[in-house]
C-alpha cells in the first residue's frame, strides 16, 4: 500500500488528497506497440517520455518552487499530487513581505476548491462554487502532461493537426476540453494551449486561451518530465499576454 501524507498547508484537504493516492503502485509496462495508432507528434513525444517498460503510471507527487504573480512576482515552495484520471491537490507557501501566505488548490470528484491564509491563521480565501470547479477541470485537462502515460488514457482521444501539434479532447467528469500540444522534433514537449474557463480579467467568467511552456527535462524512473514550467493566460499572444506562474520541479514520484 502507498502511502503519502498530505502536506501541513492541505491539511485541510487531506481526504481529497489521500483520495487520489493509489492502493497499490502500477505495474504495467509500457509497450511502444500500444502509440503506433495515434498522431506522429503523440509518438514522438511518448517514446521520448516513457521508456519501454517503464510502469504505466498516470499519478505523481512532485516538489515544486518558483513564482506566483500575487500583484508582483512572489517565491513560492510546493507539493502537488496530480492523478490524471480524478484530481490534483496544489499546496503551497509563498510569502508576502514578513507574512507567509498558505493553502491549497484543488480538483476531485466534480468539485473545485481554494483555501488559503496569511500566517496559517487568518483567512484571505475561501472558495468552492462551479466557477472554480469548471476552471479547475481545465487544469487536470491540461495536467495530463505531467504524467505521459496518460495520454492511453481511454478518456483521452487524440486528433492529428500537423507534424509537431495535436489535440487531445480530454474527458474530465462528462466534460470535453480540447488540449493542444506541440513537439519538436526530438520528442520535446514544447508548450500546451486549452480554452480554459476562467476570469483573468476580472471581467467574468468565460472562456480564455491558457498555455504552459516548458523547458529542461529530466528523468524519473524512466519517466521524462519538464524541469520548468511557465503558465498563464495568452502566453503565446502578443498583446494582453499574463504569466502567472513560474516553477520548477525538484523532485518526483510516480504513484
Same mark, same amino acid.
Given at each position: ?80 499530487? =496530480? &492523478? ?5 491537490? /496544489? ?5 508576502? %513581505?514578513?507574512?507567509?501566505?498558505? #493553502? *491549497? +488548490? ?76 506541440? =513537439? &519538436? ?5 514544447? /508548450? ?5 474557463? %476562467?476570469?483573468?480579467?476580472?471581467? #467574468? *467568467? +468565460? ?49
Amino acid at each position: 500500500m502507498v502511502t503519502l501524507p498530505a502536506p501541513p498547508e492541505a491539511r485541510a484537504a487531506a481526504p481529497t488528497w489521500d483520495a487520489l493516492i493509489p492502493q497499490t503502485p502500477t505495474t504495467e509496462g509500457f509497450d511502444p506497440a500500444s502509440v503506433v495508432g495515434l498522431p506522429a507528434p503523440v509518438r514522438r513525444w511518448t517514446g521520448h517520455t516513457i521508456a519501454p517498460g517503464a510502469p504505466l503510471s498516470t499519478t505523481v507527487a512532485l516538489t515544486l518552487h518558483g513564482r506566483l504573480w500575487l500583484g508582483s512576482w512572489r517565491r513560492f515552495r510546493a507539493r502537488q499530487v =496530480v &492523478s490524471a484520471a480524478h484530481g490534483y491537490v /496544489w499546496a503551497a507557501t509563498a510569502h508576502v %513581505g514578513p507574512v507567509s501566505v498558505r #493553502g *491549497f +488548490d484543488l480538483y476531485h470528484a466534480g468539485t473545485g476548491r481554494m483555501r488559503w491564509t496569511a500566517a496559517g491563521l487568518v483567512p484571505l480565501l475561501s472558495v468552492e462554487n462551479a466557477d472554480i470547479a469548471r476552471s479547475a477541470a481545465g487544469l487536470l485537462a491540461a495536467e495530463l502532461v505531467l504524467t505521459p502515460a496518460a495520454a492511453l488514457l481511454p478518456s483521452v482521444h487524440w486528433v492529428h493537426v500537423d507534424d509537431d501539434t495535436a489535440h487531445a479532447d480530454v474527458i474530465v467528469d462528462r466534460r470535453v476540453h480540447r488540449v493542444t500540444i506541440r =513537439v &519538436s522534433p526530438k520528442g520535446r514537449l514544447e /508548450w500546451i494551449s486549452l480554452p480554459r474557463w %476562467g476570469d483573468p480579467d476580472g471581467h #467574468g *467568467f +468565460d472562456f480564455h486561451r491558457f498555455t504552459a511552456a516548458f523547458s529542461g527535462e529530466q528523468d524519473v524512473d524512466g519517466l521524462v518530465l519538464p524541469r520548468r514550467i511557465r503558465a498563464g493566460w495568452g502566453l503565446d499572444a502578443h498583446e494582453g499576454a499574463h504569466e502567472f506562474y513560474d516553477a520548477e520541479i525538484d523532485a518526483a514520484v510516480w504513484l
